[in-house]
């Protein structure tokens, strides 16, 4: 249910006659939910504001996707460490609307265009010959397919991203009740695999009888998983 979408759905104005502008910045922290308020001077063309990868900030989209006004919110954000291309996804707490975040309009337009074709999910934009998707056919939050094929076509995705520059972090959970030893070791050596960096914000005592497991933050790894 995405709008009409065209580059200008994208466009920053300047102030009039300006080379550059000066612009609010969402400053990302590794780990942390909270973000920065940072500024940044980012170049100006055609009246337009425009990302500047060269300064890590990146201009970032919200996109309202289930039929209530297809409304647009536009920023800009350091952290992220693309150098060309977009992203885009539609798992986005708690409104699941679709986000896109691109070092151009264009990639940022085709990023999202692509994305309603596909009917949601997460994708990472290159170029019309480079792109990486991850299809959620259930609400563009979940896939029909077993995990096997999901956690490849993750695999390919993050991937694709850090091709293209993206600091990519994992962040997940360990130790849900229910989820087996050999669960855990299996999603670590799936991340081991990428080759990405990778913490749990939250993880649970696996050690402990399940009746007494108790959430706790962390920001180191293996604090409890460890044989």
């Known amino acids: 249910k995405l709008p009409e979408l065209t580059e200008r759905a994208f466009s920053v104005a300047a102030p009039a006659g300006a080379d550059t502008a000066r612009v609010r910045v969402i400053g990302i922290v590794p780990g942390e939910l909270l973000t920065e308020t940072l500024e940044a001077q980012l170049p100006v063309y055609g009246g337009l504001v425009t990302a500047d990868p060269a300064q890590d900030v990146l201009k970032l989209a919200v996109i309202e996707r289930h039929g209530k006004g297809g409304l647009i919110g536009l920023g800009f954000v350091r952290g992220i460490g693309l150098k060309h291309g977009a992203l885009a996804s539609t798992v ?45 056919a259930v609400g563009g939050l979940m896939s029909r397919e077993d995990a096997g094929m999901v956690a490849a076509e993750q695999g390919a995705l993050l991937r694709a991203a850090r091709k293209l520059g993206m600091n990519v972090r994992a962040y997940f959970i360990l130790g849900l009740p229910g989820q087996t030893r050999d669960e855990v070791r299996d999603t670590v050596a799936f991340l081991r695999d990428l080759d990405v960096k990778f913490f749990p914000s939250v993880y649970y005592n696996v050690r402990a009888p399940r009746e007494e ?12 998983t460890e044989d």
Do not use: I
């Not at 085709?110 to 010959?129: C, I, K, N, P, T």
């Open 213 to 224: 497991w108790m959430m706790q933050r962390s920001s180191a790894f293996f604090n409890e």
């Open 92 to 136: 986005a707490h708690d409104s699941h609307n679709l986000v896109v975040v691109g070092a151009e309009d264009a990639a940022m337009l085709a990023a999202a265009r692509e994305m309603g074709h596909m009917g949601g999910g997460q994708l990472v934009w290159g170029g019309s010959d480079d792109v990486t998707r991850l299809p959620l």
